[in-house]
């Protein structure tokens, strides 16, 4: 199974807290894995056109890989909240980017009306 939807996920997170390129370092701590390997996942998405990738400089989301990443983040941000909310998980957001990429759109939306409508439930005191 491949990891690479974990940093295009993180690659779209980083984004939106710094300018691009993003540096290796930087998506590596926040997965917790080596900046070589995380220079190498960039290397194969960029081969598949959804990174830019420069050598010492960092990667940018193509728009294609722009697109997958936000797909991913409506998922991440699901989990995060349910792992967050539901099981009170340390590492939730690390957990949830992890598993982004194998909860299907249904499932997703599903766990997000739930957590929605308990929310709910708890504010009118139910």
């Given at each position: 199974m ?8 993180a ?8 300018e691009?390129?993003i ?11 080596s900046?070589?390997t995380?220079?190498?996942t960039?290397q194969r ?5 959804l ?5 010492y400089?960092?990667?940018?989301l193509?728009?294609d ?5 936000a ?6 941000v ?5 792992f967050?909310?539901?099981l009170d998980?340390?590492?939730h957001?690390?957990?949830?980017m ?15 009306t ?5 929310e709910?439930d ?5």
């Amino acid at each position: 199974m491949t990891q690479a939807p974990q940093y295009l996920l993180a690659l779209y997170i980083a984004q939106h807290r710094d300018e691009p390129p993003i540096s290796s370092g930087t998506v590596a701590e926040m997965l917790g894995r080596s900046g070589a390997t995380t220079s190498e996942t960039f290397q194969r998405l960029a081969g598949d056109s959804l990174v830019t990738y420069e050598p010492y400089e960092g990667a940018t989301l193509t728009e294609d890989g722009w697109e997958r990443a936000a797909e991913l983040h409506e998922t991440y941000v699901t989990l995060s909240w349910f792992f967050r909310d539901a099981l009170d998980l340390e590492q939730h957001e690390l957990k949830a980017m992890r598993l982004a990429n194998d909860v299907s759109t249904v499932v997703s939306e599903q766990l997000a009306t739930a957590l929605l409508q308990d929310e709910l439930d708890d504010r009118e005191g139910k």
